[in-house]
Protein backbone atom coordinates (compact mmCIF):
# COMPACT_ATOMS: atom_id res chain seq x y z
CA UNK A 1 0.00 0.00 0.00
CA UNK A 2 1.65 3.18 -0.92
CA UNK A 3 2.51 5.94 1.71
CA UNK A 4 0.91 8.89 -0.06
CA UNK A 5 -3.00 9.70 0.13
CA UNK A 6 -2.85 10.13 -3.35
CA UNK A 7 -0.50 10.44 -6.48
CA UNK A 8 -0.74 13.00 -9.35
CA UNK A 9 1.46 12.01 -12.36
CA UNK A 10 2.01 15.12 -14.97
CA UNK A 11 -0.40 15.04 -17.67
CA UNK A 12 -0.61 16.00 -21.20
CA UNK A 13 -2.01 19.01 -22.07
CA UNK A 14 -3.47 20.52 -25.20
CA UNK A 15 -1.25 22.73 -26.77
CA UNK A 16 -2.92 26.05 -27.00
CA UNK A 17 -4.14 25.56 -23.51
CA UNK A 18 -6.35 27.61 -20.87
CA UNK A 19 -3.89 27.88 -18.68
CA UNK A 20 -1.25 29.31 -21.26
CA UNK A 21 -3.62 31.51 -23.10
CA UNK A 22 -2.15 34.59 -21.38
CA UNK A 23 1.27 33.69 -22.55
CA UNK A 24 0.56 32.72 -26.12
CA UNK A 25 -2.04 35.45 -26.88
CA UNK A 26 0.70 37.88 -25.85
CA UNK A 27 4.01 35.98 -27.48
CA UNK A 28 2.41 34.20 -30.19
CA UNK A 29 6.20 32.40 -31.32
CA UNK A 30 6.21 30.92 -27.58
CA UNK A 31 4.11 28.27 -29.11
CA UNK A 32 6.71 26.40 -31.05
CA UNK A 33 9.82 27.67 -29.27
CA UNK A 34 8.33 26.09 -26.02
CA UNK A 35 6.82 22.24 -28.37
CA UNK A 36 8.73 19.39 -26.70
CA UNK A 37 10.43 21.17 -24.10
CA UNK A 38 9.27 19.49 -20.64
CA UNK A 39 6.88 21.67 -18.44
CA UNK A 40 8.98 21.18 -15.11
CA UNK A 41 6.65 21.42 -11.94
CA UNK A 42 7.86 24.09 -9.14
CA UNK A 43 7.29 22.60 -5.64
CA UNK A 44 4.52 25.45 -5.09
CA UNK A 45 2.60 24.31 -8.46
CA UNK A 46 2.61 20.64 -6.91
CA UNK A 47 1.09 22.00 -4.04
CA UNK A 48 -1.43 23.76 -6.04
CA UNK A 49 -2.06 20.57 -7.74
CA UNK A 50 -2.41 18.64 -4.21
CA UNK A 51 -4.62 21.55 -3.18
CA UNK A 52 -7.02 20.77 -6.71
CA UNK A 53 -7.01 17.48 -6.06
CA UNK A 54 -8.43 17.58 -2.47
CA UNK A 55 -11.04 20.30 -3.69
CA UNK A 56 -12.48 17.88 -6.68
CA UNK A 57 -12.22 15.04 -4.61
CA UNK A 58 -14.59 16.91 -1.96
CA UNK A 59 -16.93 18.37 -4.60
CA UNK A 60 -17.30 14.97 -6.11
CA UNK A 61 -18.24 13.19 -2.71
CA UNK A 62 -20.38 15.61 -2.18
CA UNK A 63 -18.61 15.65 1.22
CA UNK A 64 -17.22 19.60 1.46
CA UNK A 65 -15.05 18.54 3.97
CA UNK A 66 -11.08 19.11 3.79
CA UNK A 67 -10.25 18.66 7.16
CA UNK A 68 -10.01 14.49 7.01
CA UNK A 69 -6.67 15.11 4.62
CA UNK A 70 -5.16 16.99 7.20
CA UNK A 71 -1.62 15.18 8.20
CA UNK A 72 -1.63 13.26 5.33
CA UNK A 73 1.24 13.39 2.30
CA UNK A 74 0.93 13.37 -1.58
CA UNK A 75 2.98 12.49 -4.41
CA UNK A 76 2.82 15.33 -6.58
CA UNK A 77 4.80 15.60 -9.92
CA UNK A 78 7.85 14.17 -8.29
CA UNK A 79 7.41 16.14 -5.13
CA UNK A 80 6.38 15.42 -1.81
CA UNK A 81 3.75 17.52 -0.38
CA UNK A 82 2.78 17.36 3.14
CA UNK A 83 -0.73 18.32 3.35
CA UNK A 84 -0.43 20.93 6.52
CA UNK A 85 -2.61 23.12 7.82
CA UNK A 86 -2.53 26.01 5.88
CA UNK A 87 -2.94 23.82 2.51
CA UNK A 88 -6.06 22.47 3.91
CA UNK A 89 -7.44 25.71 5.56
CA UNK A 90 -7.15 27.32 1.62
CA UNK A 91 -9.04 24.41 0.17
CA UNK A 92 -12.00 24.73 2.89
CA UNK A 93 -12.10 28.56 2.08
CA UNK A 94 -12.88 27.40 -1.29
CA UNK A 95 -15.35 24.61 -0.31
CA UNK A 96 -17.06 26.84 2.28
CA UNK A 97 -17.92 29.42 -0.64
CA UNK A 98 -19.10 27.33 -2.86
CA UNK A 99 -21.74 25.89 -0.27
CA UNK A 100 -22.87 29.55 0.89
CA UNK A 101 -23.39 30.43 -2.95
CA UNK A 102 -24.67 27.76 -4.45
CA UNK A 103 -28.25 26.62 -3.96
CA UNK A 104 -30.64 23.81 -4.64
CA UNK A 105 -31.87 23.88 -8.50
CA UNK A 106 -28.27 24.76 -9.55
CA UNK A 107 -26.22 22.31 -11.97
CA UNK A 108 -22.53 21.99 -11.31
CA UNK A 109 -20.05 20.41 -13.09
CA UNK A 110 -16.38 19.35 -11.48
CA UNK A 111 -13.45 19.35 -14.08
CA UNK A 112 -15.69 19.26 -17.10
CA UNK A 113 -13.63 19.07 -20.14
CA UNK A 114 -14.70 21.25 -22.78
CA UNK A 115 -11.52 20.19 -25.15
CA UNK A 116 -13.98 18.17 -27.67
CA UNK A 117 -16.44 20.96 -28.02
CA UNK A 118 -13.29 23.74 -28.31
CA UNK A 119 -11.36 21.40 -31.24
CA UNK A 120 -14.86 20.66 -33.15
CA UNK A 121 -16.14 24.44 -32.99
CA UNK A 122 -13.31 26.47 -32.62
CA UNK A 123 -9.58 24.81 -32.85
CA UNK A 124 -8.07 21.55 -33.01
CA UNK A 125 -5.50 22.65 -30.39
CA UNK A 126 -7.61 24.17 -28.16
CA UNK A 127 -8.57 21.99 -24.78
CA UNK A 128 -8.71 21.80 -21.50
CA UNK A 129 -10.98 21.49 -18.08
CA UNK A 130 -12.68 24.13 -15.82
CA UNK A 131 -12.51 23.47 -11.92
CA UNK A 132 -16.26 23.99 -11.23
CA UNK A 133 -18.96 24.85 -13.60
CA UNK A 134 -22.33 26.17 -12.70
CA UNK A 135 -25.41 27.08 -14.49
CA UNK A 136 -28.05 28.31 -12.47
CA UNK A 137 -31.48 28.45 -14.86
CA UNK A 138 -33.66 30.95 -13.26
CA UNK A 139 -31.07 33.28 -13.38
CA UNK A 140 -29.96 32.27 -16.92
CA UNK A 141 -25.90 32.43 -15.33
CA UNK A 142 -23.36 30.76 -16.06
CA UNK A 143 -20.37 30.86 -13.61
CA UNK A 144 -17.01 29.53 -13.59
CA UNK A 145 -14.69 29.08 -10.98
CA UNK A 146 -10.94 28.77 -10.93
CA UNK A 147 -8.58 27.56 -7.76
CA UNK A 148 -5.56 29.88 -7.56
CA UNK A 149 -3.57 28.49 -4.27
CA UNK A 150 -0.21 30.79 -5.42
CA UNK A 151 0.49 33.08 -2.41
CA UNK A 152 2.83 35.45 -4.10
CA UNK A 153 0.74 36.99 -6.88
CA UNK A 154 -2.67 37.99 -6.75
CA UNK A 155 -4.71 37.51 -9.91
CA UNK A 156 -7.17 39.60 -11.42
CA UNK A 157 -10.37 38.17 -12.38
CA UNK A 158 -11.57 41.20 -14.45
CA UNK A 159 -11.30 40.03 -18.38
CA UNK A 160 -9.05 37.25 -16.85
CA UNK A 161 -8.28 35.53 -20.56
CA UNK A 162 -7.42 32.33 -18.98
CA UNK A 163 -11.36 32.42 -17.08
CA UNK A 164 -13.08 33.53 -20.39
CA UNK A 165 -11.49 30.78 -22.05
CA UNK A 166 -13.21 28.51 -19.55
CA UNK A 167 -16.15 30.19 -19.74
CA UNK A 168 -16.32 29.89 -23.51
CA UNK A 169 -15.44 26.20 -23.22
CA UNK A 170 -18.23 25.86 -20.62
CA UNK A 171 -21.08 27.20 -23.29
CA UNK A 172 -19.82 24.85 -25.76
CA UNK A 173 -20.07 22.06 -24.20
CA UNK A 174 -23.03 22.73 -22.54
CA UNK A 175 -25.08 24.31 -25.32
CA UNK A 176 -28.78 23.10 -23.82
CA UNK A 177 -27.78 26.01 -21.51
CA UNK A 178 -29.77 29.40 -21.97
CA UNK A 179 -27.28 32.04 -20.39
CA UNK A 180 -27.15 35.52 -20.47
CA UNK A 181 -24.56 36.57 -18.04
CA UNK A 182 -21.16 34.98 -16.99
CA UNK A 183 -19.64 35.52 -14.23
CA UNK A 184 -16.35 34.34 -13.44
CA UNK A 185 -14.97 33.52 -9.92
CA UNK A 186 -11.22 33.47 -8.58
CA UNK A 187 -10.41 31.66 -5.16
CA UNK A 188 -6.95 32.72 -4.17
CA UNK A 189 -7.43 31.85 -0.43
CA UNK A 190 -4.02 32.61 0.01
CA UNK A 191 -3.54 35.98 -1.48
CA UNK A 192 -5.24 38.80 -0.40
CA UNK A 193 -6.64 41.20 -2.86
CA UNK A 194 -8.54 44.43 -2.65
CA UNK A 195 -11.50 42.62 -4.53
CA UNK A 196 -11.45 39.89 -1.81
CA UNK A 197 -9.89 36.71 -1.78
CA UNK A 198 -12.38 35.45 -3.38
CA UNK A 199 -13.70 37.46 -6.23
CA UNK A 200 -15.74 37.79 -9.47
CA UNK A 201 -16.54 39.31 -12.48
CA UNK A 202 -19.77 39.74 -14.73
CA UNK A 203 -20.01 40.09 -18.17
CA UNK A 204 -22.76 39.37 -20.98
CA UNK A 205 -22.46 35.80 -22.44
CA UNK A 206 -22.68 37.72 -25.50
CA UNK A 207 -18.99 39.09 -25.21
CA UNK A 208 -17.79 35.69 -25.66
CA UNK A 209 -17.96 35.68 -29.40
CA UNK A 210 -15.93 38.40 -29.56
CA UNK A 211 -13.19 36.82 -27.66
CA UNK A 212 -13.93 33.83 -29.51
CA UNK A 213 -12.92 35.88 -32.09
CA UNK A 214 -9.63 36.63 -30.46
CA UNK A 215 -8.79 33.46 -29.98
CA UNK A 216 -9.29 32.22 -32.97
CA UNK A 217 -7.08 35.15 -34.52
CA UNK A 218 -4.30 34.36 -31.78
CA UNK A 219 -4.20 31.02 -32.57
CA UNK A 220 -3.54 31.22 -35.87
CA UNK A 221 -0.85 34.04 -34.86
CA UNK A 222 0.78 31.03 -33.25
CA UNK A 223 1.39 29.23 -36.44
CA UNK A 224 4.02 29.70 -39.30
CA UNK A 225 7.70 30.89 -38.79
CA UNK A 226 7.04 34.34 -38.59
CA UNK A 227 4.86 33.85 -35.27
CA UNK A 228 6.62 36.91 -33.28
CA UNK A 229 8.78 36.51 -29.55
CA UNK A 230 6.91 39.43 -27.48
CA UNK A 231 8.56 38.94 -24.02
CA UNK A 232 6.15 40.43 -21.06
CA UNK A 233 5.99 39.84 -17.74
CA UNK A 234 2.99 37.51 -17.63
CA UNK A 235 3.83 35.83 -20.77
CA UNK A 236 7.38 35.21 -20.07
CA UNK A 237 6.74 34.04 -16.01
CA UNK A 238 5.58 30.56 -16.75
CA UNK A 239 7.19 30.04 -20.14
CA UNK A 240 9.20 26.76 -21.08
CA UNK A 241 11.04 28.61 -23.30
CA UNK A 242 12.37 30.71 -20.48
CA UNK A 243 12.62 27.91 -17.86
CA UNK A 244 15.30 26.37 -20.52
CA UNK A 245 17.42 29.11 -21.46
CA UNK A 246 15.95 28.79 -25.43
CA UNK A 247 14.92 32.13 -26.06
CA UNK A 248 16.89 34.62 -27.20
CA UNK A 249 14.00 37.31 -26.90
CA UNK A 250 14.06 37.17 -23.35
CA UNK A 251 17.30 37.23 -23.23
CA UNK A 252 17.96 40.21 -25.89
CA UNK A 253 15.65 42.19 -23.90
CA UNK A 254 16.65 41.46 -20.28
CA UNK A 255 20.34 42.44 -21.14
CA UNK A 256 19.03 45.64 -22.50
CA UNK A 257 17.20 45.88 -19.60
CA UNK A 258 19.99 45.63 -17.28
CA UNK A 259 22.40 47.94 -19.46
CA UNK A 260 19.64 50.55 -19.09
CA UNK A 261 19.98 50.25 -15.34
CA UNK A 262 23.33 49.67 -14.59
CA UNK A 263 24.78 51.77 -17.93
CA UNK A 264 27.23 55.22 -17.32
CA UNK A 265 24.35 57.42 -15.54
CA UNK A 266 23.73 57.47 -12.21
CA UNK A 267 20.29 57.03 -11.12
CA UNK A 268 19.99 59.93 -10.12
CA UNK A 269 20.06 61.32 -13.34
CA UNK A 270 17.31 59.47 -15.27
CA UNK A 271 14.53 60.57 -16.25
CA UNK A 272 11.15 59.90 -14.38
CA UNK A 273 10.02 58.17 -17.97
CA UNK A 274 13.18 56.41 -17.99
CA UNK A 275 13.24 55.07 -14.63
CA UNK A 276 9.35 54.43 -15.25
CA UNK A 277 10.28 52.08 -18.42
CA UNK A 278 13.24 50.25 -16.14
CA UNK A 279 10.37 49.82 -12.69
CA UNK A 280 7.59 47.88 -15.48
CA UNK A 281 10.49 46.16 -17.22
CA UNK A 282 12.03 44.81 -14.03
CA UNK A 283 10.26 41.98 -13.43
CA UNK A 284 11.22 40.46 -16.42
CA UNK A 285 14.83 40.05 -15.31
CA UNK A 286 13.89 38.74 -11.79
CA UNK A 287 11.70 36.37 -13.37
CA UNK A 288 14.47 35.23 -15.27
CA UNK A 289 16.79 34.90 -12.69
CA UNK A 290 14.00 32.58 -10.70
CA UNK A 291 13.83 30.57 -14.04
CA UNK A 292 17.78 30.09 -14.05
CA UNK A 293 17.59 29.48 -10.09
CA UNK A 294 14.43 26.92 -10.38
CA UNK A 295 16.06 25.44 -13.54
CA UNK A 296 19.50 24.72 -11.97
CA UNK A 297 17.44 23.10 -8.95
CA UNK A 298 15.30 21.00 -10.76
CA UNK A 299 18.75 19.60 -12.84
CA UNK A 300 20.94 18.71 -9.78
CA UNK A 301 18.21 17.73 -7.78
CA UNK A 302 16.60 15.15 -10.63
CA UNK A 303 19.66 14.84 -13.69
CA UNK A 304 22.58 14.95 -11.06
CA UNK A 305 23.80 18.18 -13.34
CA UNK A 306 26.70 19.37 -11.44
CA UNK A 307 27.11 23.22 -11.26
CA UNK A 308 30.90 24.27 -10.93
CA UNK A 309 30.65 25.84 -7.22
CA UNK A 310 27.38 24.71 -6.01
CA UNK A 311 26.14 22.01 -4.49
CA UNK A 312 23.19 20.09 -2.80
CA UNK A 313 22.60 20.71 0.50
CA UNK A 314 19.72 20.13 3.09
CA UNK A 315 17.73 22.97 3.91
CA UNK A 316 18.49 24.64 7.49
CA UNK A 317 17.04 22.36 10.05
CA UNK A 318 15.22 23.77 13.26
CA UNK A 319 14.41 21.50 15.95
CA UNK A 320 11.21 19.88 16.81
CA UNK A 321 9.54 18.55 19.81
CA UNK A 322 9.06 14.85 18.85
CA UNK A 323 6.11 14.42 21.41
CA UNK A 324 5.00 17.99 22.42
CA UNK A 325 3.19 16.02 25.72
CA UNK A 326 6.21 14.77 26.81
CA UNK A 327 8.22 18.21 26.11
CA UNK A 328 5.46 19.60 28.51
CA UNK A 329 5.53 17.27 30.89
CA UNK A 330 9.34 17.61 31.41
CA UNK A 331 9.47 21.28 31.01
CA UNK A 332 6.03 23.04 31.61
CA UNK A 333 6.37 24.02 35.28
CA UNK A 334 9.39 26.02 34.43
CA UNK A 335 8.59 30.14 33.89
CA UNK A 336 8.36 30.90 30.46
CA UNK A 337 8.32 27.58 29.36
CA UNK A 338 4.62 28.01 28.18
CA UNK A 339 3.83 30.99 25.37
CA UNK A 340 0.73 32.93 26.30
CA UNK A 341 -2.34 31.90 24.28
CA UNK A 342 -2.39 34.91 21.25
CA UNK A 343 -5.69 35.50 19.25
CA UNK A 344 -4.63 34.66 15.48
CA UNK A 345 -4.94 37.10 12.64
CA UNK A 346 -8.42 38.07 11.81
CA UNK A 347 -8.10 36.51 7.98
CA UNK A 348 -7.73 33.26 10.23
CA UNK A 349 -10.53 33.15 12.17
CA UNK A 350 -12.26 34.38 9.75
CA UNK A 351 -11.82 31.38 8.02
CA UNK A 352 -12.48 29.24 11.82
CA UNK A 353 -15.80 30.53 12.23
CA UNK A 354 -17.20 31.54 8.37
CA UNK A 355 -17.74 34.65 6.97
CA UNK A 356 -21.60 35.20 8.28
CA UNK A 357 -20.32 34.84 12.17
CA UNK A 358 -17.21 36.88 11.36
CA UNK A 359 -18.86 39.48 9.98
CA UNK A 360 -21.44 40.31 12.72
CA UNK A 361 -18.16 41.59 14.68
CA UNK A 362 -16.10 42.48 12.12
CA UNK A 363 -17.01 46.49 11.43
CA UNK A 364 -16.54 46.59 15.75
CA UNK A 365 -13.47 44.76 15.92
CA UNK A 366 -11.41 45.04 13.03
CA UNK A 367 -9.85 47.46 11.59
CA UNK A 368 -7.43 47.96 8.41
CA UNK A 369 -4.06 49.24 8.97
CA UNK A 370 -1.45 49.70 5.88
CA UNK A 371 1.63 48.88 6.70
CA UNK A 372 3.32 51.76 4.37
CA UNK A 373 3.30 52.58 1.04
CA UNK A 374 4.34 50.68 -2.27
CA UNK A 375 5.18 51.76 -5.98
CA UNK A 376 3.26 50.24 -8.57
CA UNK A 377 1.78 50.42 -12.44
CA UNK A 378 -1.40 52.88 -12.53
CA UNK A 379 -3.41 49.74 -13.57
CA UNK A 380 -3.38 48.65 -9.58
CA UNK A 381 -6.88 49.24 -8.20
CA UNK A 382 -6.21 50.74 -5.02
CA UNK A 383 -6.00 54.83 -4.85
CA UNK A 384 -3.45 56.93 -5.52
CA UNK A 385 -1.89 59.02 -2.46
CA UNK A 386 -0.87 61.85 -2.02
CA UNK A 387 2.68 62.50 -1.80
CA UNK A 388 4.24 63.12 1.20
CA UNK A 389 5.86 67.03 -0.64
CA UNK A 390 2.39 68.02 -2.29
CA UNK A 391 1.04 67.53 1.14
CA UNK A 392 3.25 69.89 2.56
CA UNK A 393 3.30 72.20 0.06
CA UNK A 394 -0.90 72.91 0.78
CA UNK A 395 0.43 73.57 4.04
CA UNK A 396 3.26 76.43 3.15
CA UNK A 397 2.18 80.05 3.75
CA UNK A 398 1.30 81.58 0.27
CA UNK A 399 4.43 84.63 -0.65
CA UNK A 400 2.91 88.00 0.18
CA UNK A 401 2.01 89.69 -3.37
CA UNK A 402 4.45 92.46 -4.98
CA UNK A 403 3.36 95.84 -4.93
S1 LIG B 1 10.29 33.65 -22.83
FE1 LIG B 1 8.81 35.25 -23.21
S2 LIG B 1 9.37 36.11 -25.19
FE2 LIG B 1 10.38 34.15 -25.01
S3 LIG B 1 9.00 32.70 -25.95
FE3 LIG B 1 8.53 32.71 -23.80
S4 LIG B 1 6.89 34.20 -23.58
FE4 LIG B 1 7.84 34.58 -25.56
Keep these: MSKYAFEVHPGVHAKLSASSAERWLTCPGSVALSE??????????????????????????????????????????????????????????FLDYLKENERTGDVAYVEQSFTPAMQK?????????????????????????????????????????????????ALLTNPQWVVEDVELVIAQPRCEHSQGRIRGYKFKAFDLLEYAADLIEGANATRGPLAPLKPSTKACKFCPANAARKCSAIEQETQAIVQAAFGELAIERYSPAQIAEFLTKAPLVEQQISAVREFAYQQALHHGVDFPGWKLVEKRATRHWRDEDAAREAFGNLPGALTAPEIRSPAQIEKLVGKKKFGAHAAELVEKKSSGYTL??????RPAITPILKVLELFEPEAPEQS
Design 376 to 381: TPVEDN
Design 36 to 93: GLPNVSTFYAAQGTAAHYIAAEEQRGGRMDAMPWFGQTAWVEGHEIKLDAELIEAVQE
Design 121 to 169: LLDKEFGGSTDRVMYRAEEKLLRVYDYKHGAGVPVDVDENKQLKYYALG
